[in-house]
């Protein structure tokens, strides 16, 4: 053993020494809001379950996020957990003004009129919207649709002036600040707004470990956001929101350009007809793994439990097919920012996913994820490939990586395999960031003495954890030489003693 593995023994440890808890492999992200951001709250949620905290950036100010990203950072350093912080962008999000009387009754057939130049109560004859080029985008006989959806008219005319005269097909309340989505228009705003460059800002100062942008629509904004992040030196890892026709067109790029994406169905199921929605899930989900990528499915999974305290029947389903579909985290939003029952939300998602994955179903992806051999990286992955392999064909008890970067533990989670999986790593910050991975349990370790003295510690710490015994099968990845951080290039299978 060598000289410091004690000091990594018990970092992280359970209270109850030797007492290993249920772990689900698909994770779970709640959003923080006024339901749940005391340090309390919060450690609750991660008790129940949850792996990922997402900041979402619409709402709230900066002195309140870092209050809470605080907390979050306390219940990491005194409690057994590496829990991961994700910041979410708002992006160009377009908005209606506000409306006279708070609301405005608009039926089929009715002429509206919408403008940008300045900021009025609306009224049938004038209705802001937050979008200054809105009249120079929209073509005549395209969808403008408002509040996800529920209200749709078209476009006629656009006037001299800048206004845009539309046709409402389906009608309903026009309520103000209502989301407006152009599922037809090619729309010229820059993927990041002046605000959420100065979230972005913070977000890196504060040290997160995601950052998400919203309403991706090409690899290029995915490069613009790296490039940013790159100018600042920061270790975060960047994730593209997909939710707009577009993103869907260049969905590969995009995955290879990011470091995880996240199917944001709200916005998805506006932009996209509702009956096309599961496939680009399921298309989405697909991809990320082949490349590697985490992915998070994301809204309204447990809507329902808002103010009730059981689910609806469809919500369970469709966590359930998520989970089935080898997604790698499961996200809750108003449910836990908002809703009155955050914890026990949690808690049923947990069981749903446990539930889900006690099941014989053949997660392992090794048939169709062998490497590459065009691939730069192939040699590595050849490595990754056969001590997935190994460790199924020899009913492994424990598969075991080491990394700097991530990539090795990225890959050895996409393959999805059956026998659990632990990564070490001395960068603390990839540490949290793989609390998003699928099936990842990671720890921290920084010893680079041997080969042999850095598995046996590995060995030592899985056992004072209670993750493996005498006579356990483990099958370990690493590589040589140690003083180098090579690729992954050795492989090891061991009896324990």
């Not at 949850?50 to 619409?58: A, E, G, I, K, Y």
Request: proline letters at 5%; charged letters at 25%; one cysteine or more.
């Amino acid at each position: 053993m060598s000289k410091n593995v004690s000091k990594y023994l018990y970092q992280n440890m359970d209270k109850e020494a030797g007492i290993q808890h249920t772990f689900h492999k698909t994770k779970i992200v709640a959003t923080v809001g006024p339901a749940c951001e005391t340090y309390d709250k919060l450690l609750e949620l991660v008790k129940a379950g949850v792996n990922v905290f997402r900041l979402n950036f619409s709402h709230g100010a900066h002195e309140d996020k870092a209050k809470i990203i605080t907390h979050i950072r306390n219940i990491n350093k005194t409690e057994p957990y590496n829990i991961s912080i994700l910041g979410d962008l708002q992006g160009p999000k377009l908005r209606v003004g506000e409306i006279k009387d708070g609301a405005l009754v608009i039926e089929p057939g009715d002429i509206l009129t919408f403008q940008s130049r300045q900021k009025v109560v609306g009224t049938k004859e004038s209705i802001y919207i937050s979008y200054p080029d809105l009249h120079r985008d929209v073509k005549p006989g395209e969808k403008i649709l408002i509040d996800d959806g529920k209200l749709e008219v078209i476009v006629n005319e656009i006037t001299k002036d800048g206004d845009v005269k539309v046709t409402v097909t389906y009608g309903g309340k026009l309520l103000p600040k209502k989301g407006v989505n152009l599922p037809d228009t090619a729309i010229s705003l820059p993927a990041m707004t002046p605000k959420d460059i100065e979230d972005l800002d913070f977000i890196i100062a504060q040290k997160l470990d995601w950052v998400a942008l919203s309403f991706v629509r090409g690899a290029e904004d995915m490069v613009d956001l790296r490039r940013r992040v790159d100018e600042q030196k920061s270790s975060i890892k960047i994730m593209a929101k997909i939710e707009m026709p577009s993103a869907m067109t260049d969905l590969r790029n995009i995955i290879n350009k990011s470091d995880g994406v996240m199917v944001a169905r709200g916005d998805l199921g506006v932009e996209l007809p509702v009956e096309k929605v599961p496939m680009a899930q399921r298309d989405i989900i697909r991809k990320c793994i082949h490349r590697a990528k985490p992915v998070i499915v994301a809204t309204q999974m447990m809507e329902s439990m808002m103010d009730r305290v059981k689910p609806n029947r469809s919500e369970i389903t469709d966590v359930a097919n998520a989970v089935l579909e080898g997604t790698d985290a499961v996200m809750l939003s108003g449910e836990t920012a908002m809703g009155q029952h955050p914890v026990l939300v949690v808690e049923t998602m947990r069981k749903i996913i446990l539930e889900v994955e006690r099941t014989e179903y053949p997660y392992n992806r090794e048939d169709d994820l062998v490497p590459q051999p065009h691939s730069p990286s192939f040699l590595s992955d050849a490595i990754i490939y056969n001590a997935c392999k190994l460790a199924k064909d020899t009913n492994a008890d424990a598969l075991v990586g080491m990394t700097q970067s991530g990539y090795t533990a990225f890959v050895l989670s996409s393959y999805r395999p059956k026998s659990p999986l632990y990564i070490f790593s001395k960068q603390q910050s990839l540490i949290n960031q793989l609390s998003l991975s699928w099936g990842v349990r990671a720890f921290h370790y920084a010893e680079e003495e041997s080969v042999d003295d850095i598995l046996h510690d590995q060995h030592v710490i899985l056992k004072e954890r209670g993750f493996v015994k005498e006579g356990d099968v483990v099958v370990n990845t690493g590589s040589l030489p140690i003083e180098e951080h090579l690729p992954t290039n050795i492989l090891k299978i061991t009896k324990l003693k």
